[in-house]
């Protein structure tokens, strides 16, 4: 199930607030007390997420999902980040996964992303934001599918400009979306919608008093009082009533705490009683399995769906029993259980539903605390899984099972720093000059080979972690007609290629031992090196990268006729290495044929879930040829990155730095 919601209610005011915390599947964002920047903490907690400006005050101005991220700038515009197959920007970017890009949206008061269950990269893949703005309008960037548009339409995969939701005529409040949208207006109503993708949820969780109602167009809820806040947006929801009572609804009612005999009904629940808290809570926070109360003493509650750790009561469920990836239901916790430590109170809560199967708290000392699945790093505490994905066989060692306190941003002093130790350099190979950004450390150095088009920056998210986690030399660099280096029309072909990459090396002192990283195309040069250099590669991790046996004489032809249509005399005078890395690219693929990458060197070989082909035929062969390459070594491991596309470090960074991580300190270890 795949859902977004608005996670907090009812703010606590008891003490000073120091953090806001923005969970997300992979990525996890954290502001800082002071500079109000935001930091993706699983690819840095030294360096802030360029592109975007000090985030405002308060609740409702970030929110994260399964790949994308949101944000509302102290300039009170609407910053988006992730994949963007659902133009989720609004501006038409044409770009597989964008970074943190400022929208046309300006005035915004609440930003939340969602995953709907609509089209995207593929189909259930569905994107997008909803933006609150301070004169009360509700406006939807990227899928809008489910019937989220209210018009009484399915909605686009794409909405091609930001689409300004029409069919509601109340001033908004506030709202709650994930595969449902739920809007609460400025008078203490309720509209709900969406869900067209769930068959038979509409019923149970728009809550209007009638059976199978229309989601593709709002309705009104159906409540004894005016409600004055929610949190919620997918299988269950809940709402804080003037009178201080609470209400839920959900397909599921186990996870409103009223157990496992409960059937669903098309009126929202009075809980108040059911849960029998301790009073009535000062904030509401849902997970994607489980739900977290505040009380105004700073004790802390959790009920649900414990499968994954989410409860925080220190119990999982075992992982042979479990299905993977976002299944549940396999320990429940039906009545809320008190969580926090003895002589800790909580001040904040923060979760998600964007398959964020975790937990942050900060407590009245201003310290964090974490608790739950650890995918990837992130619970911030310095360990996770390797591979960041969920699988029924995979241990669960890395998970925190009750709460933890961890140092937060206190920690950083720990961290390597890389200034003044950073060369950036433009070597002469001969013709023409490569340009070289070297992170200087101590260890077998790590070369990075950047895919087709690209450039070093492209490794921008991911190298500081990298350099922070193994201290090691890591070379980046452009090559000749992409980036700061210069082209020379004499030398072209992957061949030239490899030997002035060669060149460089040797000039700037590396020709021993190295460790390799390659994406896309960068995996033929990758291929070539390491066969000219089988002794001196100890390992390589593959990112997604091309293979010459994808490219059969039918397909290498028919791509050579594509690249040619586009190759203009204009690409050649003004991007003479994007000319010449086309032209070459059918005879780059027959050499490297020749070359078999030397089944002595360890490779971890990541493949995307999603390729960036069309045709089923092309997606299947590609999958195909990484398993045989796989298969044909014990030193090789092949990895299915889950849910991600071709740009595997974007959508999954966590995986491709455990990987990388991994992979060298094994290096280390021979």
């Known amino acids: 199930m795949k859902q977004i919601l608005l996670l907090l209610l009812f703010p606590l005011a008891l003490h000073a607030q120091k953090y806001q915390v923005y969970p997300g599947e992979y990525d996890n964002w954290v502001r800082h007390p002071k500079s109000k920047r935001v930091y993706d903490i699983v690819a840095s907690s030294t360096d802030p997420v360029a592109g975007l400006p000090p985030i405002a005050d308060g609740d409702g101005k970030g929110s994260a999902s399964l790949h994308t991220a949101g944000f509302i700038g102290v300039d ?12 989720i920007s609004g501006l038409g970017l044409k770009a597989e996964s964008i970074g943190a890009t400022k929208t046309a949206i300006s005035n915004a008061r609440q930003i939340v992303a969602y995953a709907n269950g609509g089209g995207g990269a593929v189909e259930g893949m569905g994107y997008g934001f909803a933006v609150v703005t301070n004169d009360n309008k509700l406006i939807l960037l990227g899928n809008t599918q489910s019937g989220f548009r209210g018009d009484g339409t399915e909605g686009n995969v794409a909405e091609p400009a930001p689409y300004v939701v029409t069919a509601i005529r109340k001033p908004v409040k506030k709202v709650a979306i994930g595969s449902f949208v739920y809007v609460l207006y400025t008078d203490g109503t309720v509209d709900s919608w969406g869900g067209t993708r769930l068959k038979y949820y509409p019923t149970y969780v728009l809550g209007r008093g009638v059976d199978n109602p229309n989601p593709t167009r709002p309705g009104a809820m159906k409540f004894p009082e005016p409600i004055v806040d929610l949190a919620g947006g997918g299988s269950f929801t809940y709402f804080k009533g003037k009178s201080g009572a609470i209400y839920g609804v959900a397909y599921n009612t186990r ?47 959790a009920w649900g769906d414990n499968t994954q750790a989410a409860i925080g009561n220190g119990k999982e469920a075992k992982f042979d029993n479990f299905v993977a990836p976002w299944g549940g239901g396999g320990l429940w916790v039906d009545k809320p259980l008190k969580i926090n430590p003895a002589g800790v109170s909580f001040v904040k809560l923060f979760a998600d539903i964007g398959d964020a199967f975790y937990a942050f708290a900060e407590d009245s000392k201003g310290n964090l605390w974490v608790w739950g699945r650890n995918k990837g790093f992130v ?42 130790q950073t060369l950036d350099t433009l070597v002469d190979v001969g013709g023409y000059k490569l340009h070289f950004v070297i992170f200087q450390g101590k260890g077998i150095p790590i070369l990075f080979d950047a895919g087709g088009g690209e450039d070093a920056t492209s490794w921008n998210k991911i190298i500081r ?32 290629g490899v030997i ?130 796989a298969a044909a070594s014990s030193n090789r491991t092949g990895i299915l990155a889950t849910g991600c596309g071709h740009l595997i470090f974007n959508d999954n960074p966590a995986l491709v730095i455990n990987a990388i991580v991994k992979d060298y300190r094994e290096v280390m270890r021979r």
């Open 76 to 87: 009170g515009y609407a910053y988006v980040w992730g994949v963007n197959f659902c133009n």
């Open 465 to 496: 972690p990298i350099a922070e986690r193994t201290a090691t030399t890591l070379i980046t660099y452009d090559r000749a007609g992409f980036g700061k280096s210069t082209f020379n029309n004499t030398r072209h072909g992957i061949a030239d």
């Open 379 to 420: 619970l911030w505490n310095g360990k996770g899984s390797p591979d960041a994905t969920i699988r029924a066989n995979q241990p669960n060692k890395w998970d925190v099972l009750a709460p933890m306190k961890i140092a937060g941003f206190d920690g950083n002093s720990n961290s390597v720093s890389l200034q003044g």
């Open 255 to 301: 996870f409103l705490g009223l157990g496992p005999n409960v059937g669903g009904r098309n009126t929202p629940f009075n809980l108040t009683k059911t849960l029998g808290l301790p009073g009535n809570p000062v904030q509401l926070t849902v997970g994607t399995q489980a739900t977290y109360a505040l009380m105004s003493n700073g004790d802390a509650y």
């Open 500 to 629: 002035g990459l060669e060149t460089g090396l040797k000039k700037l002192g590396y020709t021993g031992d190295i460790m390799l990283v390659a994406h896309s195309q960068g995996g033929l040069y990758a291929q070539l090196y390491a066969s000219r250099h089988p002794d001196e590669v100890k390992a390589a991790v593959l990112i997604d990268a091309t293979t010459t046996c994808f490219y059969n004489e039918k397909r290498l032809a028919a791509t050579q006729q594509m690249i040619d249509q586009g190759n203009t005399d204009e690409v050649k005078a003004s991007h003479p290495g994007t000319y010449y890395q086309g032209a070459d690219f059918s005879n780059n693929i027959v050499l490297v044929s020749e070359f078999a990458f030397p089944n002595t060197i360890p490779v971890t070989d990541l493949v995307a879930d999603h390729p960036p082909f069309q045709d089923s035929a092309d997606i299947n062969d590609w999958k195909r040829c990484h398993q045989e390459f």
